[in-house]
């Protein structure tokens, strides 16, 4: 009777610690997030600090704001962090997520050749500078993979009177214009190798070390305004959502410490993102 008394209470405490330790390995939470955040070098920088001041893993699936978004969808990730205001607020209307919280911002920038053969460098009128690249039939390269950089490109090739979809599906656009489906590290390569130009966010063009013969052509226009939010996904919609961890991983990236860490993070002194959670507009 004994011995079987320590059986059960053997058994007992094997299966509590095996509770206990895949309650320690689940301290882990998914989030899709756009090329940016991780091209740039800002996950490698912020997500150490929240591991140490909360304990919780971060695995970060990096994507084109549009995939990041389906990957939400499918119920695939707790978070989705993206920038894409216009997407975002449909994830939210689709019942996806509950609450869209703005994080921080910087700025796209048109980089291209030295050579400028559109003749557009140093200027700040994003719409006039497209403009002429269709007008000289300047090389451009696209992402083309609905993300948010994607997005925006087409949004501003629209402001400058320029439907870039209808063309392409009409196969009226010419050879200058080329849209490889890939990321923007690819797509700056590509731009690279070709001496082409190309629509980045300034994060990633910050950190991207093969850059050739590119260099800014157009910034600072506000136009070019490119602010990121985040959302958990809605646990109503897919229950296997860790909603706890991913709303403490959201916490985190508005509180003072989360801000302060976007704030700090640089390459060769210049800062690549701007914290802004307080601003209800975003």
Do not use: C
Not at 45 to 64: E, N
Request: no cysteine.
């Amino acid at each position: 009777m004994k011995s079987r008394r320590r059986l059960l209470s053997f058994a007992a405490a094997a299966l509590l610690a095996g509770i206990s330790v895949a309650s320690a390995q689940d301290k882990s939470i998914v989030v899709s997030s756009t090329t940016s955040t991780q091209d740039s070098g800002l996950f490698g920088h912020i997500l150490p600090l929240f591991k140490a001041k909360t304990g919780i893993d971060v695995k970060v699936v990096s994507q084109g704001t549009g995939q990041a978004l389906d990957t939400g969808r499918r119920g695939d990730a707790d978070v989705v962090f993206v920038h894409a205001k216009s997407a975002e607020e449909k994830f939210l209307s689709e019942g996806f997520s509950l609450k869209r919280y703005p994080v921080m911002y910087n700025d796209f920038v048109l980089v291209g050749p030295k050579s400028d053969p559109a003749g557009i460098k140093g200027g700040k009128d994003i719409v006039a500078a497209l403009k002429a690249i269709k007008d000289k039939s300047a090389e451009f390269i696209s992402r083309g993979d609905k993300s948010g950089t994607h997005i925006a490109e087409l949004n501003l090739w629209k402001a400058a009177g320029i439907d870039i979809e209808k063309g392409l599906s009409s196969k009226d656009l010419g050879p200058w214009y080329k849209a490889i489906g890939q990321g923007m590290g690819a797509a700056l390569n590509t731009a690279s190798a070709s001496n082409s130009y190309v629509l980045t966010d300034r994060g990633t063009w910050l950190s991207f070390k093969n850059r050739g013969d590119l260099v800014i052509a157009v910034e600072g226009d506000r136009k070019l305004f490119n602010q990121y939010g985040v959302m958990l996904v809605n646990p109503a919609k897919h229950p296997t959502v860790k909603k706890d961890l991913g709303q403490a991983f959201i916490d985190w990236l508005i509180s003072p410490d989360g801000q302060k860490a976007i704030a700090d993070y640089k390459i060769g002194g210049e800062q690549l993102f701007y914290p802004n959670a307080g601003d209800p507009s975003a």
